[in-house]
């Protein structure tokens, strides 16, 4: 009795941290948010670049930063907000080219502020060769 009851406080406490048993596979999916960087319209040449950021996740995610991080111009951080799961924000980037060529690198959640589901998605490079 003593062991089913410590399994009974277990589960209860897995699925207040936000952990829930797939009840098909048995194994446990965590819910939790997921922001993803992408630029689905980039070509090399655009001076600026729609960046959708999308919470591909399927639990909220707070508001976040995008930073850019160029070869040829300084960094810089734009403010995201708060998405729901499955909602996309976009935002308007301008970059620099030398002689053609782009080095950039985007990443979402910038400052680690969002807790996700996997944290090793979070980077988009936009690369041209002049």
């Known amino acids: 009795m003593k062991k089913l009851m410590t399994t009974?406080?277990?589960m209860l406490a897995m699925t207040a941290c936000g952990v829930q048993e797939d009840?098909?596979?048995g194994l446990e999916s965590v819910t939790a948010p997921n922001l993803k960087a992408s630029a689905p319209n980039f070509r090399c040449g655009q001076g600026v670049v729609v960046i959708e950021v999308t919470n591909v996740g399927n639990a909220d995610a707070r508001s976040s930063f995008l930073r850019l991080d160029?070869?040829?111009a300084s960094s810089q951080a734009f403010g995201i907000k708060a998405l729901?799961?499955?909602e996309t924000a976009r935002q308007a980037i301008t970059v620099k080219y030398k002689d053609g060529q782009l080095n950039a690198t985007l990443r979402a959640d910038a400052n680690n502020n969002v807790r996700e589901s996997n944290e090793n998605d979070n980077i988009l490079q936009l690369v041209c060769k002049g």
Request: no cysteine; glycine share 8%; hydrophobic share 35%.
């Open 84 to 86: 729901k799961a499955g």
């Open 70 to 72: 160029q070869t040829f």
């Open 23 to 25: 009840q098909d596979s």
């Open 8 to 10: 009974s406080l277990l």
